[in-house]
Structure formats: structure tokens, C-alpha cells
């Protein structure tokens, strides 16, 4: 018995998630004509892009900036079929500056592509040839993206989209295709180049997961060139919520449904072909089953094949399990007084450290700072927000979690220290988050966050398909398009959306 009253006359469709690849995909089907049903077990709708308030501060929770508002980007596209408004945002100026061990003077990634060619020819003598490479492929790679090609592709037709986007410039990249960073740093005699490498290292980590000597050059080609224009890197006014709250209310405009506090308990699985979801209602604990004609998970794979329980194919699962461990985040969020940021602070800093301090991974912080009159802080204060990749076992190993998160937390403020005014009178509010947190608000696995590492087996042409072994059940978000933030997410969606509509 369906709980939920629905126009049995069209296709219905059940999208567990309202992460921003969950919410994009739930709003383009209830406006292309499908009975849609959302469903999250969080309090508010966003995922890893949404935010929470404290004090008067708003906190953005994982991701803090956005790429494709430009026009022909894909939210600009995205958000123009759905009939409403872009946010308001402000281009990121540098995209990041970049700070490494010791040294005081920032990496400035400059939005203006001849500034930030003066910026690395500077910083990073001899290296141009390995740019211009970057961004021949990036140019090629950009134009075929921007055709929907479907990857990997899993039947005819997405065979069929894939062959529509290649012009004769997508076959430059060929050759690239088995490449790594590391190896064309190598190629272009570059492969000591310490300084260069641990730049590198530092911004793919954001994007692709992994190091430079493991991320895919054609993937790492779009990471390092999306920042500068024509596209580029946006700060949003008010918060990242922004995002969720546009997509909810063009999902609700056009007749679709979102439940918060519900749980996806199982994907109900016969004859192989999703067929219907198990729902939990957190708030009275009643369980009962919804049908579907399709089901679209914004979930990570890992979830996904626990969702499917004894119906996960067996390859399927196998690949899951083999996948190296994924990362999790440590973040602290702070709310000062402004006087504790410096005169002329960028929106997104990097910094890495000396020594082997318990911060992260390779021992860096990736910080966002609020900047006056963008809704993210009272009047005379502001935000920051840090964050580093960690393993997330120790965390949920630990038998001190308490100790384990304060010792994190002084460490962060201890580095963060030597960059702006931390006293404590100018930290107004503080609190951290570590794995146990996002898998509590986000129920990700084991709190994994930024998706499937970019490396030569998992990226791209060799990654999980948004198709699934079993049919009509979909994977949108960061485990088939990572790595670009919420615009990587909205290309899943697209992606499913149109494979739906040509199964339907």
C-alpha cells in the first residue's frame, strides 16, 4: 500500500538522496514529466553541500565553492531548463592561494589565464611545456564533455552518445588516456621538481583524492584548468544551501515530493530490475515499501551495495570491495571576530606543513574565509572553515574519540594560527567534524567524502557507470562523476535523466 498519493499515470520514479546530484536529478525528471519522489535521512536537504547555523554564523559543511554558473556551465544549463534563478556569486580571485612548507609567499591560482601563466612561468621555472599540455587537453576533453558523452558506457545507446561527442581534436587526448600526472612530469624532465610536484599533490588532493604520481592526466587536465576563464570558481552569496533550496523548490513547483528524516533501508530487487525501496520514517519508526518504475541513488557505491544486501551483483560488489580505502575529512568551523583575518585574505587558501603533525593525510588545510556582507557571519565577524583529508579508520577504531577529536582540533587552530589572529578572544565559536560525524548527518560509509580516487582504473572511461548492473537502478553523485564538486554531481544527474527518458 502506497503511503504517498501520486500520478499513477506516469512514470514514477524514487531518488534516494537529496545531495545535490539526488536533488538535480529529482528536479529535471518532475519537470520533464515524471511522478518523482525524493527521499534523505538528514534533517535538511544537500548532502555534502549544505550547511548548518550557529550563533549567528553560517557554516557551508563540506563543499565551499562552485564551478559551472558561467553561461554553457552546467548549473547555468541546469538551472535554465529548470526555469529559475542562478544564485548569486562572486568569481573566486585567485581560485586558490597556495602556501607551501615554509614559505610565506603564496601560489596565487589567478583567475585570468595570462596572469596565472605569469604566476606559475614564475614560481615554477621550466614548466610551461607541461602547462601548455594541460591545457590542450583540457580544451579537448572541455568540448567533448560539453557534447554529453555518456562514460563508461553500458549499452548501445550510451555507446551511441559517446560516439556523437568525439570530434577529431577528442582523439589529441588518446594517447593520454593511460597517463598519470607523475608520468608527464617525467615526460616533460620535470619529475624532481619538488616544489612543483608538492603543488600539484596539494590541488589534485582536492579534486581527484589522490596524489599527482596517481591521478589520471586527462582528469587532472580538467581539474587544473577549470578555475581560470572562461570558466572559473565561485564563491555563493548567502551560503552553499542556495543550491539545494532552488533545486527543492523547482522539484515541488513541478509536482514532485521530498521527505526528509527518511530512511532507505533496502532497494528491492526482482527479476533483475529495481522495483521498489524500503522506507523508514525516522521520526514515528514505521516501515513500509514504495514501488517504482525506476530509482536513482545519490549515494556512494559502497552504500549502494549495502542498499542492494544478497541482489548486490557479485562482480559488482567484488570491484566495490577492491577499491583502495577512500577518504575521509576533518573540519573545523570557526567563527571570529574579523580582526583575526588579515587585510585582503582570499576567499580559499592552502597550506602545508612541516613535519608530521596529526593534520591529515599530507598534513595540509584546505580553508575557506566568509568575506563581509556575504550572509555567512554578523556584522564585524566571519568564518573560517578547514579542512583536511584523513583516514577515516582510526576514527571509528579509536576507543578516545573525544581525545583524538580535541587533539585534532588544537593541532588545526595551533597551524591556522600562524596565518590569521587566533586568540581566544577573537574565536567566537568553534567545532569540528570527523568521519563519525559526516556518516552520522550524511549516513556516506564509514563518513568516506569527495568520491572514488581519480586514479588510471576508477576515472573517467574506466569509472562506475551511472548505469548499474541491474536495471533501472542508477548511481548518480561523487562515485560516478567526482572530483568537480557539486558541477561533477549535476553531469551524473543529467546523465541519468536522459538515459531514463530513453528507457521509459
Not at 558506457?153 to 577528442?170: E, H, K
Not at 559526516?438 to 572514488?452: E, L, P, Q, S, W
Request: aromatic share 10%.
Amino acid at each position: 500500500m502506497s503511503h504517498i498519493s501520486i500520478n499513477q499515470t506516469k512514470p514514477r520514479v524514487i531518488v534516494i538522496g537529496a545531495g545535490i546530484g539526488g536533488l538535480t536529478a529529482a528536479a529535471l525528471l518532475a519537470h520533464r514529466g515524471y511522478s518523482v519522489l525524493a527521499l534523505d535521512q538528514a534533517l535538511v536537504p544537500g548532502g555534502c553541500a549544505s550547511t548548518f547555523k550557529r550563533q549567528g554564523f553560517t557554516f557551508d559543511v563540506g563543499a565551499t565553492q562552485v564551478a559551472g554558473l558561467e553561461p554553457g556551465g552546467i548549473h547555468h544549463r541546469i538551472f535554465s531548463e529548470l526555469e529559475i534563478d542562478l544564485p548569486d556569486a562572486t568569481p573566486c580571485d585567485p581560485a586558490c592561494a597556495v602556501y607551501l612548507p615554509g614559505e610565506n609567499t603564496p601560489i596565487n591560482v589567478w583567475r585570468d589565464p595570462e596572469k596565472w601563466q605569469d604566476e606559475r612561468q614564475k614560481q615554477f621555472p621550466g614548466s610551461e611545456p607541461f602547462w601548455q599540455l594541460m591545457a590542450t587537453l583540457f580544451d579537448a576533453s572541455w568540448e567533448f564533455q560539453g557534447r554529453d558523452p555518456v562514460l563508461p558506457p553500458r549499452n548501445l545507446w550510451d555507446l551511441g552518445q559517446l560516439i556523437q561527442a568525439v570530434r577529431p581534436n577528442t582523439f589529441i587526448t588518446a594517447p593520454f588516456t593511460l597517463l598519470t600526472v607523475g608520468d608527464a612530469l617525467r615526460l616533460f624532465g620535470l619529475g624532481n621538481d619538488r616544489r612543483l610536484r608538492t603543488f600539484l599533490d596539494l590541488q589534485l588532493k582536492l579534486y581527484s583524492q589522490v596524489n599527482a604520481e596517481e591521478t589520471a592526466l586527462l582528469y587532472a587536465a580538467t581539474a587544473l584548468s577549470v578555475s581560470q576563464l572562461p570558466q572559473g570558481l565561485f564563491h555563493l552569496q548567502g551560503s552553499m544551501q542556495v543550491l539545494s533550496d532552488r533545486l527543492v523548490s523547482a522539484l515541488e513547483r513541478d509536482g514532485g515530493k521530498l521527505l526528509m528524516r527518511h530512511t532507505v533501508e533496502q532497494i528491492k530487487v526482482e527479476n533483475g530490475k529495481a522495483t521498489a525501496v524500503v522506507i523508514r520514517n525516522q521520526k514515528t519508526g514505521e516501515v513500509w515499501t514504495e514501488t517504482a518504475d525506476h530509482v536513482v541513488a545519490n549515494v556512494t557505491v559502497q552504500n549502494l551495495v549495502q542498499l542492494l544486501g544478497e541482489k548486490a551483483p557479485f562482480g559488482y560488489k567484488q570491484r566495490v570491495q577492491k577499491l583502495p580505502s577512500a577518504s575521509g575529512a576533518f573540519v573545523i568551523y570557526l567563527g571570529v571576530d574579523a580582526s583575526a583575518i588579515p587585510l585582503d585574505c582570499p576567499p580559499h587558501l592552502q597550506f602545508m606543513y612541516d613535519g608530521n603533525g596529526p593534520i591529515g593525510e599530507n598534513n595540509s588545510l584546505f580553508v575557506s574565509v566568509s568575506h563581509a556582507g556575504d550572509g555567512r557571519a554578523p556584522e564585524g565577524k566571519a568564518t573560517i572553515i578547514a579542512s583536511s583529508f584523513v583516514d577515516p579508520e582510526p576514527w571509528w577504531r579509536t576507543e578516545d574519540y573525544s581525545g583524538l577529536k580535541e587533539k585534532y582540533t588544537q593541532e588545526a587552530i595551533a597551524k591556522l594560527a600562524q596565518y590569521f589572529y587566533l586568540k581566544p578572544e577573537t574565536i567566537v565559536y568553534q567545532e569540528a567534524a570527523t568521519p563519525r560525524t559526516f556518516a552520522h548527518y550524511t549516513a556516506r560509509d564509514r563518513g568516506i567524502v569527495g568520491g572514488i580516487g581519480q586514479r588510471i582504473p576508477t576515472f573517467g572511461p574506466f569509472g562506475f557507470a551511472n548505469r548499474t548492473p541491474i536495471n533501472h537502478l542508477w548511481l548518480v553523485g561523487d562515485s560516478t562523476h567526482p572530483g568537480e564538486g557539486t558541477a561533477g554531481v549535476s553531469y551524473s544527474a543529467l546523465t541519468v535523466v536522459r538515459q531514463i527518458q530513453v528507457e521509459s
